[in-house]
Nanobody, 123 residues
Framework: QVQLVESGGGLVQAGGSLRLSCAAS????????MGWFRQAPGKEREFVVA????????YYADSVKGRFTCSRDNADNTVYLQMNSLKPEDTAVYYC????????????????WGQGTQVTVSS
């Protein structure tokens, strides 16, 4: 019932910035906690950040804390991930996800997933 579409990925040099967007449709967006995950080739899917339904609380992975900022605009059904000071190890496909009942860092707690957007950080 919920569709998620990520955008904003691309190729940047180390130290650069990107802003990812996740547009949601199909259900009441404001009722869902949202999260970002990433997956590099040959590696497990990794938690990046979760944001509560009203955007008043966020939880970041230690690897991105202080560099990435997640926000949401429920009126626009969109969640954002501002990525600054990018490092080569940030290279991955980034996925947006929605959780109807949970605010969580675990992928298994999320009910809907987007297709992903590629982020590549060169050295």
């Amino acid at each position: 019932q919920v569709q998620l579409v990520e955008s904003g990925g691309g190729l940047v040099q180390a130290g650069g910035s990107l802003r990812l967007s996740c547009a949601a449709s199909g259900r009441i967006f404001s009722n869902y906690a949202m999260g970002w995950f990433r997956q590099a080739p040959g590696k497990e899917r990794e938690f990046v950040v979760a944001i509560r339904w009203n955007g008043d609380s966020t939880y970041y992975a230690d690897s991105v804390k202080g560099r990435f900022t997640c926000s949401r605009d429920n009126a626009d059904n969109t969640v954002y991930l501002q990525m600054n000071s990018l490092k080569p190890e940030d290279t991955a496909v980034y996925y947006c996800a929605a959780a109807r009942y949970r605010y969580s860092s675990r992928a298994a707690d999320y009910d809907y997933w987007g297709q992903g957007t590629q982020v590549t950080v060169s050295s």
